[in-house]
């Protein structure tokens, strides 16, 4: 029974591997994310996330703003999916227009990358890419340039790569057969 417990131990840790996303909660200020927003915008607020502080990404009508948070890190060995999630929230402070909001990786559209009208409560959201070296960033770009405030909020990013179900699947049934 020890030797089955360890190797269930060594199975299920071989399932999922964290990847190294570094101040996902936004807890350290701007640490471990490369902003491009210009001087003078927000790019972290201490008290505005869910909860604690958060990233923002800001349009301001009058003062232009907008740019992106981004960060590299390693989600795992090539050949699983990296599965990334999220927390966003959107404010549309006044003005008329659309503005665009959105997550790339790799310099490849994934997550929505389409205007999306305000949504003034926390939201989850997750996209799956392959695991190895993974660069993301939360995107603010102008879709129309119309008198406009937005504010794009983002909190509690985290991210795991997963074996493939089958894999896994596989692995527990030759175990179950040799100990039978
Ligand atoms: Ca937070």
Redesign the pocket.
């Known amino acids: 029974m020890r030797i089955l417990l360890i190797l269930l131990s060594v199975l299920l840790a071989a399932g999922t591997a964290s990847a190294q996303i570094l101040n996902g909660?936004?807890?350290a200020g701007a640490t471990g994310w490369v902003s491009t927003v210009p001087p003078g915008c927000p790019v972290v607020d201490p008290t505005g996330?869910?909860?604690?502080?958060?990233g923002v990404l800001p349009y301001y009508a009058t003062t232009g703003c907008g740019g992106s948070l981004s960060q590299t890190f390693n989600c795992g060995a090539p050949g699983g999916n990296c599965e990334i999630s999220f927390d966003y929230r959107v404010d549309f402070l006044g003005g008329i227009g659309t503005v665009v909001f959105g997550l790339t990786f790799d310099g490849g559209n994934t997550w929505p990358f389409q205007a999306i009208g305000a949504v003034g409560s926390w939201q989850s959201a997750s996209v799956t890419v392959p695991c190895g070296t993974v660069t993301m960033a939360f995107d603010v770009v102008i879709a129309t340039a119309t008198l406009q405030d937005w504010e794009f909020r983002v909190?509690?990013v985290t991210a795991s790569c997963v074996d493939p179900v089958a894999t896994e699947t596989q692995a527990w049934g030759g175990l179950k057969a040799t100990y039978r």
């Open positions: 909660d936004f807890e996330g869910n909860p604690g502080g958060c909190d509690n």
